[in-house]
């Protein structure tokens, strides 16, 4: 199957400080990536769609200042949490898909990256 | 009430029994039904999609039933790698977001 990775797998930082994920699809393009976030004993929660050259369309609730999602390639998303706080600790897992814009193509998941916040 | 329902269990299954849950979801738009596989701390894994015709992969089995908007998925002779915790998955073709159920944790004990 198709192989996507996230960097880091694990970050620890302080309150008030900015982290940065990315995710790469390693041997496909992803013309959609989606970010996710897991807390404790919860579901996966989506937090955000992003389509290659454009703005990403957040869900309801997620706060798209705080949560900034740049896919400027079809290999790489990033999702930088700004001014992170200990409620902003998570796993946060991302998604892509290749194929056309809204078929029905299979998401795979990067391994997750742990956030935690001090 | 959630968009994707399943019971979180846990399921004590002996090793080799068979053990089948169901996940019901409210949107009778959704298009494709999948069920993922997520270990503890890791991602999740795709186990299998789900077919109106129904669809067997090895001691997997999982069926469709769109009338009572339901998706079931059947293990037999369960091992002890099968513990895990298993996620319905549904698209409701809305931007072909994937909607997680919570779970349905499975303990396969000896």
């Known amino acids: 199957g198709a192989v996507v990775s996230q960097h880091p797998s694990r970050v620890i930082c302080k309150s008030g400080t900015s982290v940065k994920i990315e995710c790469r699809s390693l041997?496909?393009?992803?013309?959609?990536m989606f970010w996710y976030r897991q807390f404790p004993k919860q579901s996966l929660m989506l937090m955000a769609t992003?389509?290659?050259?454009?703005?990403?369309?957040?869900e309801q609730g997620v706060e798209k200042d705080k949560f900034l999602i740049n896919h400027a390639s079809l290999t790489l998303s990033t999702l930088t949490v700004t001014s992170a706080h200990p409620e902003d600790s998570s796993f946060y897992i991302c998604?892509?898909?290749?194929?056309?814009?809204?078929?029905?193509?299979?998401?795979?998941f990067g391994p997750g990256t742990r956030l935690t916040v001090t | 009430r959630k968009e994707v329902e399943q019971d979180p269990g846990p399921f004590n299954v002996p090793e080799g029994a068979t053990v089948a849950f169901n996940c019901t979801y409210s949107?009778?738009?959704?298009?494709?039904f999948f069920w993922y596989r997520q270990d503890c701390r890791k991602e999740p894994k795709l186990l299998m999609s789900?077919?109106?015709s129904g669809n067997e992969d090895g001691r997997f089995t999982a069926q469709l039933n769109r009338a009572s908007q339901y998706i079931s998925l059947l293990i037999r002779d369960s091992k002890l790698s099968d513990s895990a915790t298993y996620l319905c998955?549904?698209?409701?073709?809305?931007?072909?977001?994937?909607?997680f159920g919570g779970g349905t944790r499975v303990l396969v004990k000896p």
């Open positions: 789900v077919y109106s």
């Open positions: 998955v549904v698209n409701t073709g809305a931007g072909n977001k994937l909607t």
């Open positions: 992003s389509n290659e050259g454009s703005k990403a369309t957040y």
């Open positions: 041997d496909f393009q992803a013309t959609t």
């Open positions: 998604s892509a898909r290749g194929g056309v814009a809204g078929s029905s193509y299979e998401q795979y």
């Open positions: 949107n009778s738009a959704s298009q494709s």
